[in-house]
């Protein structure tokens, strides 16, 4: 499990199988593998990010238990363990557990 890992969630939507997908980037330049487990999800404030405020406060804060549980690095379904965080690239993860209704557009996922 990659402590610290973080996902900025661009969006959430479903496969063709019908499967939830969230459509995220990882944040801070820590890979993020299957296996991860996401526990606090959070916003920031739109001004913060704009004006790249160091250690912003975190919004509408929820705990939340989401294993990575499969990676999808395109939308052809290739599957792929983890995302490089260097590449800057999105990816659809599966996710398992308690709290995917609070995984919204512009929201943060971070792991333990």
Known sequence: MNSGAELYVQGVTRNALGETLVIAIPNN????KVGDLL???????HKD????T?????LNTKDVSLLV???EADRQG?????????SGAAAGFHL???GLE???PKCFLLAA
């Open 54 to 58: 160091p250690n912003p406060e975190r």
């Open 102 to 104: 609070h995984v919204t």
């Open 96 to 98: 398992s557990g308690v």
């Open 78 to 86: 290739r599957e792929i363990a983890e995302l490089d965080a260097k």
């Open 39 to 45: 526990t606090l999800r959070y916003e920031i404030a």
């Open 69 to 71: 549980t499969k990676i």
């Open 29 to 32: 330049r820590v890979n993020v």
């Open 49 to 52: 990010v704009l004006e790249a």
